[in-house]
């Protein structure tokens, strides 16, 4: 088989619940063109570590598309999600300033886009009581990722491992987010989410729905794989840090692994590691990465890497540029993150205040 005809076998194998989200991921994103204002997204990541440019292309740039789009926007810091599958908190503080410092740096602006933790919002949380009624044990055991992160973990399963999709539910559903872009491992999670809404609204709020029932959006940016052609993963130490210096950039590219094969040739399944390095020069500087292969050619891979360390390196500038001026003044990036709680908890409180009116639990 060709690499062409490997990745239409492998697109096939795709499932049908999968297809029918990307459907409505499609159909989502002709209305929001439409009439942005009258959508709100909320996505967010997990303070583990630092972004890389995998998360840039994969959803960064994506999210600061919405927000310059008039999308009401708001970008949750995940830390109780850290804990899932971990035992330690070390580091957290520094891991969520600095992904506001990338957020920044990358283009989202606090005065439009809500950028909060999860630990600052009682309200929120609080949702994850009535939210956990609503599903079943049977269906937690299900979740595909659950599974996956237990097993990677090498843990015994948490009750938070087990049930933090419903709470990633009450990230959605505080702020009656209906879009939600996400990559495919957190898929599961939004289904759960839109479930949990229905079954709210049914029971409950029969006349006077509480929650919209979000949609996934699936980006159409290709996975950037690590520069060993790998997965991009931290654990790899294969993934170009958007905070990092010009010099570590170029010391990890120059380490990156190649093949024997003197000339250049683009072709993922057949050459994972050298292609690796031509979609990331062909994303940075917006080429087709078999261009980037022909024009190197016989040159080999010395040059291809000095070919990626000088696009990565010219196109990381800017962001490295503004992301060391911001970190000049912690205090202020500490502001931001406290105004975003701030605005957060109101948003809880009145969704939290409708949760208990629609239950009878007003007295
Ligand atoms: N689970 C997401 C991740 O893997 C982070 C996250 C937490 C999230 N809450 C969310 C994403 C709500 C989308 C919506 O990084």
């Known amino acids: 088989m060709t690499d062409e005809q490997k990745l239409t076998a492998a697109g096939n194998e795709m499932s049908a619940s999968f297809l029918a989200a990307k459907k409505r991921s499609d159909e989502t994103l002709a209305k929001l063109e439409s ?16 972004l890389h440019l995998g998360h840039y292309f994969g959803s960064i740039r994506e ?5 310059e789009r008039g ?6 810091i995940a830390d109780y999600q850290v804990i899932t599958d971990r035992d330690t908190t070390e580091h957290i503080q520094d891991n969520v300033l600095n992904l506001v410092l990338d957020y920044m740096a990358a283009g989202i602006d606090p005065n439009k886009t809500m950028m909060f933790t999860h630990s600052a919002v009682p309200a929120e949380n609080q949702l994850l009581l009535p939210f956990l009624s609503l599903v079943t044990e049977a269906e937690l055991h299900r979740n595909p990722t659950v599974k996956s992160e237990m097993e990677a973990s090498g843990h015994a399963l948490t009750g938070l491992l087990l049930t933090y999709p419903v709470h990633q539910a009450c990230d959605i559903l505080f702020c009656k987010a209906n879009v939600v872009p996400i990559g495919k491992d957190n898929l599961p999670h939004v ?3 839109r479930t949990i809404a229905r079954r709210f609204n049914e029971r409950y709020a029969k006349k006077n729905p509480v929650f919209p029932e979000p949609a996934a959006i699936l980006s159409d940016a290709p996975e950037i794989p690590g ?12 993934s170009i840090m958007l905070g990092a210096t010009a010099e570590e950039t170029a010391k990890l590219i120059k380490k990156s692994p190649t093949d024997s094969e003197r000339r250049i ?3 993922p399944i057949a050459r994972p590691q050298v292609s690796a390095l031509l979609t990331t020069a062909g994303l940075v500087t917006g080429r087709d990465p078999k ?63 409708q949760v208990r009116e629609a239950m009878g639990m007003k007295y």
């Open 71 to 76: 999308v009401n926007t708001n970008i949750i």
């Open 63 to 67: 999210r600061v598309a919405m927000q």
């Open 265 to 267: 040739t683009f072709g």
């Open 227 to 238: 520069l060993d052609g790998r997965k991009m993963s931290k654990s790899y130490g294969n």
């Open 191 to 193: 289904e759960i989410t």
């Open 291 to 353: 261009e980037i292969a022909e024009e190197i050619g016989d040159a080999g891979a010395g040059a291809l890497k000095q070919y990626v360390i000088k696009s990565v390196n010219e196109f990381l500038a800017p962001h490295r540029e503004r992301r060391a001026e911001l970190a000049k003044d912690m205090d202020s990036i500490r502001d931001i993150l406290h105004d975003g709680n701030k605005r957060a908890n109101a948003i809880a409180e009145e969704t939290l205040d």
């Open 35 to 50: 009439n942005p204002s009258s959508f709100t997204m909320l996505t967010g990541d997990r303070p583990t570590g630092r």
